[in-house]
Each structure stands twice: as structure tokens, then as C-alpha cells.
């Protein structure tokens, strides 16, 4: 039998224990330790997280970004693997991580690791438009990475100037149970985006942001990223992300202009 590999997984999770059972079934005989940061749960996520050895760790909401480098932080081991209690390890991308950690040059090579993300939707895997390739920085060495970015978008970057390797094998995402949960998203998104954007210099154009950005996007997923190689998904997904551009960029619009417009009506 192998000795552990040097890994600790860190999770997040609000209420996820469905998911979470999947993600860590995935990651048996990987990793020293799983630290699970939960929040406010009501169903059985800190017992799923448990009944797997997982030190399960409350900690408040702050955000995405920063419930993650939470999780960072409370890390042990000399590689971090970090994931989302949504996504899951194909046998493909676990034995290539254990590879990787097995190499001699690893330590002296690199600081982290990316792989593919593969997405699950309507009943099949997406392979092409805006969710494939998707390449992620998951796989880090403690203390040579952190998560930045703008709520919800976040993203791990490597400090300085240090090497990743892209390793094989997917990272099974199972993003969206059914297309119900596509417009909810869209709001939380959108209110995210609203909340970390600085007030426009200039008045947005409706005409480039309730228009052309959603058409431009629609027309990136579904023809020029062969999103129409994915059947009847790949139109969904890419008139999904159109949506969500519309959504995001009309609010932002739609604010400046009502702030505007109550503001002349106050000084009348």
C-alpha cells in the first residue's frame, strides 16, 4: 500500500449535502485530511462531511473569496486541492493528481496544477461553447496561492511567478439540477455583480448592454466555441448566458439611469 499523498482537500458548503456526498466519495484514499467550512446548514452537510472524516469547520458568511481563503488557511499539508461541494474528481484526474504528487520534480518544478472542468446538464456531459475546456487552478502548495477575484467570479492564483502543470482527467461539475435553477442564479449573480461594481463614469449604453453584449456572447457559445456540437444543451446554455450578460449588464444600466431620473425628480 502507497503512503499518503502530502494533501489536504478544502470545501465550502451551505446545505449540500446531496452534492457533498458525491465530492467525497471521489476523494477516497487521496488526501491526509478534508476540511469542510460550512455555514447556516439545515440539512445533514456537517454529518455527510463527518461520516467521511472531514474536520468540518463553521465559520460565518463573508463571501465566496473569502470563505475560501478561510479554508486555505485551516489547511495542514504541503498541497492543497480546493473544491466546490458541487464538483466531483473523474478516476482520470484523481490518478493524475497522485501522479503529480509523486514526482520528484513536482516539488521542485512547480507551485499548483489546472485541469479540465466537465459539466453536467439536461441529462449529459458538456464538451464545447463557454463551459469546456474551462481550465481551473485547483491543485496548490500551501502558501504559494490564494483565491481573488469579484464575487461570485473567483478564481486561485499563484503567487509571483510561480508553474502549474495541466494534468489529465476532468473535474466533474454538477452545476445545475434542472433549468429552474437557471433564473434564480441569474438574480443572485446579478445582485452579486451589483454589489462589488463601482458606480459607472459615464452613462452605460442600453443599446451595448441590454443588446449587444447578450447577442455577442450567444453568438461566442453556441458558434464560435462549437457550442452547437452539444445538441439542444448547447443552445440553452449559450441562450443562458446571454440571459445572465443581459440581466447583469441591464441592471447596471437600469440603475444609473432610475438613480438618475429620481435624483432631477427630487430637485424639481
Known amino acids: 500500500m502507497k503512503d499518503p499523498l502530502p494533501l489536504s482537500v478544502s470545501i465550502i458548503a451551505k446545505n449540500e449535502a446531496e452534492n457533498l456526498k458525491r465530492c467525497l466519495e471521489s476523494l477516497q484514499g487521496i488526501a491526509k485530511e478534508i476540511i469542510l467550512v460550512h455555514n447556516d446548514c439545515t440539512d445533514k452537510t456537517v454529518e455527510t462531511g463527518k461520516s467521511f472524516g472531514a474536520k468540518c469547520v463553521e465559520n460565518a458568511w463573508q463571501g465566496y473569496i473569502e470563505q475560501k481563503n478561510f479554508a486555505l488557511s485551516k489547511c495542514s499539508e504541503d498541497w492543497i486541492l480546493s473544491l466546490d461541494a458541487d464538483e466531483a474528481l473523474s478516476e482520470k484526474l484523481k490518478d493524475s493528481i497522485q501522479a503529480f504528487l509523486r514526482q520528484e520534480k513536482t516539488s521542485e518544478n512547480y507551485d499548483g496544477a489546472l485541469f479540465c472542468r466537465c459539466s453536467f446538464f439536461l441529462g449529459r456531459w458538456i464538451r464545447h461553447g463557454d463551459w469546456y475546456p474551462d481550465k481551473k487552478v485547483r491543485l496548490v502548495r500551501k502558501g504559494k496561492a490564494r483565491w481573488v477575484g469579484t464575487n461570485p467570479h473567483d478564481k486561485m492564483k499563484i503567487n509571483g511567478k510561480g508553474a502549474c502543470k495541466l494534468l489529465k482527467g476532468d473535474l466533474l461539475h454538477y452545476s445545475y439540477g434542472s433549468l429552474r435553477e437557471i433564473p434564480s442564479k441569474a438574480i443572485k449573480y446579478s445582485d452579486l455583480y451589483l454589489e462589488n461594481q463601482c458606480p459607472p463614469a459615464k452613462p452605460p449604453s442600453l443599446v451595448i448592454s441590454g443588446v449587444a453584449r447578450p447577442l455577442w456572447r450567444f453568438f461566442r457559445?453556441?458558434?464560435?466555441?462549437?457550442?452547437?456540437?452539444?445538441?439542444?444543451?448547447?443552445?440553452?446554455?449559450?441562450?443562458?448566458?446571454?440571459?445572465?450578460?443581459?440581466?447583469?449588464?441591464?441592471?447596471?444600466?437600469?440603475?444609473?439611469?432610475?438613480?438618475?431620473r429620481t435624483k432631477e425628480d427630487f430637485e424639481k
Open 221 to 260: 457559445a453556441y458558434v464560435l466555441r462549437f457550442g452547437i456540437l452539444d445538441g439542444a444543451a448547447g443552445f440553452i446554455i449559450a441562450f443562458s448566458t446571454a440571459y445572465e450578460t443581459m440581466i447583469r449588464h441591464g441592471r447596471q444600466w437600469e440603475r444609473f439611469h432610475v438613480a438618475k
